[in-house]
């Protein structure tokens, strides 16, 4: 049982380079998440997926975009790297209810120049 | 709107001493509050959360958390820190859109000094 795991774990970008961030699971989650961490400012959400097949917007998805064709894994895309895009990204998984925690992945850092 | 405060932004513990990492929240309805401790480099780890029932919360690592309703607080607390505890701290909520995320407060980083 891996739980969450995240590829790649390091990636430097140029500016306007794309890339796809991996997320995977293997607790047969229904709900993933992705979130960035910047200092000071906690975890913010990027996107959401609440079964396969289905996607929304988070508090801050200009830039990226999402995709969920199976259960278990969770693509989060960059189009167009900017410099504001460099930060830690996490992804996270939780079975429906709101009273159950989420696992999350061991994060992927970028930086984009 | 739903939110959580973290309002220090570092704490300082002797190995030994007991340790409390402070927490609000602002929650319309029933809250759903979760602790969790991030090492460096590495993915956050749930540590224990409230949903109901008692207000003394116990988790992992000897933590526990007491709820205070008429405080909206949710600290977290331990009766003796090891220097294996220094680490990032988020208290957070759980909200009742967007699927369910976590809203997370600005952490609190806890140095525990031998």
């Known amino acids: 049982n891996a739980g969450v795991t995240q590829t790649p774990k390091f990636r430097v970008l140029k500016t306007g380079q794309s890339m796809t961030l991996l997320c995977a699971q293997d607790m047969n989650h229904e709900y993933m998440y992705w979130y960035r961490q910047d200092p000071g400012m906690g975890l913010r959400l990027i996107h959401y997926?609440?079964?396969?097949?289905?996607?929304a917007k988070g508090e801050v998805p200009d830039g990226y975009n999402v995709s969920r064709l199976k259960k278990q894994n969770f693509l989060l895309g960059l189009e167009s790297a900017a410099p504001s895009q460099t930060s830690v990204y996490f992804c996270?998984?939780?079975?429906?209810?709101?009273?159950?925690?989420?696992?999350f992945g061991p994060g992927t850092r970028l930086t984009v120049t | 709107a739903q939110s959580v405060a973290q309002p220090e932004d570092q704490v300082n513990v002797a190995e030994g001493n007991p340790l409390t990492v402070k927490c609000t929240y602002s929650?319309?309805?029933?809250?759903?509050l979760f602790w969790y401790v991030q090492y460096p480099n590495r993915g956050l780890q749930f540590l224990l959360k409230?949903?109901?029932?008692?207000?003394l919360v116990k988790g992992s690592y000897g933590f526990e958390a007491e709820f205070n309703k008429s405080q909206t607080s949710f600290h977290l607390k331990k009766p003796s820190a090891l220097v294996s505890d220094s680490a990032l701290y988020f208290c957070?909520?759980?909200?009742?859109?967007?699927?369910?995320?976590?809203?997370f407060g600005q952490g609190t980083e806890l140095s525990v000094k031998p």
């Open positions: 997926s609440v079964g396969e097949g289905t996607t």
């Open positions: 957070a909520v759980r909200a009742y859109n967007q699927g369910g995320k976590l809203i």
């Open positions: 996270a998984s939780s079975f429906r209810t709101n009273t159950y925690e989420q696992y």
């Open positions: 929650v319309s309805g029933n809250p759903y």
């Open positions: 409230y949903i109901t029932g008692d207000n």
